[in-house]
């Protein structure tokens, strides 16, 4: 294994790089996934305008927007680790209403978001079609190594103690389900594209 130090701007065009050149007459369907402190979300938003640049449509979906309700994931109550794990996400709907339709078999008609995590209702979004040859980029955490149906799996990887140091007081609940994924998913393992951002300045990439 070794480890490659590289700018952040680096990373973008070296992910870019692998999206792009994918055969364009079929969708892509790229997962970035880490804890709350590697900010996934920041990486997936930087994927979209260069890949627009080198000629690919791009959809944008994040995984907080399709939480169950919030009588569901929070039935234990608001700081129980295996709901945050088993329950929060609906991986079923999105897989259903995402990765499936743009899929190689799938109708290229997806549903942009499913539920809105702050109001706890539906969003009512309309499905929409994607362009051929659409690179979808969803972002989220304890995602990958779940089963969803992605062709290109980020990892951005921390430290157990980099983030326990990263993860404010008010959040050391959610602690177990992120140890719980390492052990049972492996995500350093199976990713297709690991990154160590225990300094998201000087992100480095694991070449296995």
């Known amino acids: ?82 709901a945050l794990y088993d329950d929060w996400v609906d991986l079923g709907a999105l897989d259903r209403e995402v990765l499936g339709p743009l899929g190689p078999h799938g109708s290229g008609e997806y549903l942009p978001s499913l539920r809105d995590p702050v109001r706890d209702r539906s969003t009512r979004a309309r499905r929409e079609l994607a362009d051929a040859g659409t690179v979808l980029v969803l972002d989220g955490s304890l995602l990958a190594g779940r089963g969803l149906d992605v062709d290109v799996t980020v990892h951005l990887a921390l430290r157990t103690a980099t983030l326990e140091r990263r993860t404010p007081p008010e959040e050391r609940w959610t602690l177990p389900a992120y140890a719980r994924h390492m052990s049972e998913c492996d995500p350093e393992a199976t990713a297709d594209v690991v990154v160590r951002v225990d300094d998201p300045r000087h992100p480095a990439l694991v070449h296995r």
């Open 1 to 82: 294994m070794r480890v490659e130090p590289v700018t952040p701007d680096a990373l973008v065009a070296h992910v870019v790089g692998l999206l792009a050149g994918r055969d364009r007459s079929r969708h892509v369907r790229v997962l970035v996934d880490g804890p709350p402190p590697a900010r996934a979300e920041v990486l997936a938003d930087a994927l979209v305008d260069p890949l627009r640049a080198a000629g690919r449509p791009v959809v944008r979906v994040r995984a907080r927007d399709f939480l169950r309700a919030a009588s569901v994931r929070l039935e234990h109550g608001r700081e129980d680790e295996l």
